[in-house]
C-alpha cells in the first residue's frame, strides 16, 4: 500500500458504458494527477490538478472527464470509449510546485475497453 | 523542456551492484534529478533525488557528476526484486515545467 489507493484494480467496460475510475489519497499532498500508460508506451500525463483545480489538460478526448471534489480525492469518468482507450490508468500525489519533492503513484486500474 | 537518455535496457547478476546511467546535458540550474521505478504491473515508486551533492537513502545513491549533465544510479547489491523499469526525471521549479514527465527509462533485468 502506497499511500494512493486506486478502485477498482480492473475494470472491463462496453463502448458505450458510462464508468468511473476513483483515486484517494490521504498524504497530506494538494496535488494529484492522471497518467495514462497504453501496452510498451511511456507513461503519458493526461491532467493535473493543484489545490483542486485543474491546472493541465493535456490534448486529453473529451470522453475522459475528471473531477476533484477535495484534495483527497479524484475521479476519472468514462464514457463513449474505444478500443485503443484499454490501457493501465496511474494516480499520483504529490506537493504542489515543488520540484524537490517527489509522487506518490497508486497501483492504477487496468481498463479493458470491448 | 530539459531531456535525459537512459540505455533501453541493463543486465545485472544478483548480489552484484548496478550502475545506471543517465544523460541530462541540457540541465538548467534549478533542475532536480529524480529517479523513480516501476516494477511490473505496479505504478512507479519514488527512489531517490538530488540537485548537485550526491545523495544516499535506504533504497539507493544517486552520484552527480560535477558538471550535472549526468548522473547515475547507484543500487549497491542487486536483488531478483530490483527487476523493474528505472525512470531519470529532470523536475524543472514551477508551472507545467515542474510535472513529472516520463521517457522510456531502463529495463533492468537481474539474473539470479
Known amino acids: 500500500e502506497t499511500g494512493v489507493t486506486q478502485t477498482p484494480r480492473h475494470l472491463v467496460m462496453g463502448m458505450t458504458n458510462k464508468k468511473s475510475l476513483k483515486c484517494e489519497q490521504h498524504l497530506g499532498h494538494n496535488a494529484m494527477y492522471w497518467y495514462k500508460q497504453s501496452a510498451k508506451k511511456p507513461l503519458e500525463l493526461m491532467f493535473v490538478y493543484s489545490l483542486e483545480?485543474?491546472?493541465?489538460?493535456?490534448s486529453v478526448p473529451s470522453r475522459f472527464s475528471p473531477e476533484c471534489p477535495n484534495s483527497s480525492h479524484l475521479f476519472l469518468h468514462l464514457h463513449t470509449?474505444?478500443?485503443e482507450d484499454s490501457a493501465l490508468y496511474l494516480c499520483a500525489s504529490s506537493q504542489a510546485g515543488?520540484?524537490?519533492y517527489g509522487y506518490t503513484f497508486g497501483?492504477?486500474?487496468?481498463?479493458t475497453v470491448v | 523542456d530539459a531531456k535525459t537518455t537512459q540505455p533501453n535496457s541493463m543486465e545485472s547478476n544478483e548480489e552484484e551492484p548496478v550502475h545506471l546511467p543517465c544523460n541530462h546535458s541540457t540541465i538548467s540550474g534549478t533542475d532536480y534529478i529524480h529517479w523513480y521505478r516501476q516494477l511490473p504491473s505496479q505504478g512507479p515508486e519514488?527512489?531517490?533525488h538530488g540537485l548537485t551533492?550526491?545523495?544516499?537513502?535506504?533504497?539507493?545513491s544517486l552520484a552527480i557528476a560535477e558538471d550535472r549533465?549526468?548522473?547515475t544510479l547507484i543500487l549497491h547489491r542487486a536483488t531478483l526484486r530490483d527487476a523493474a523499469v528505472y525512470y531519470c526525471i529532470l523536475r524543472t521549479y514551477g508551472g507545467s515545467q515542474g510535472n513529472l514527465i516520463f521517457g522510456k527509462g531502463t529495463k533492468l533485468s537481474v539474473k539470479p
Open chain 1, 53 to 58: 483545480e485543474r491546472v493541465e489538460n493535456n
Open chain 1, 81 to 83: 470509449l474505444q478500443p
Open chain 1, 98 to 100: 515543488q520540484n524537490n
Open chain 1, 107 to 111: 497501483s492504477g486500474t487496468r481498463l
Open chain 2, 46 to 48: 519514488y527512489v531517490i
Open chain 2, 53 to 60: 551533492s550526491n545523495v544516499n537513502n535506504r533504497m539507493a
Open chain 2, 69 to 71: 549533465k549526468s548522473s
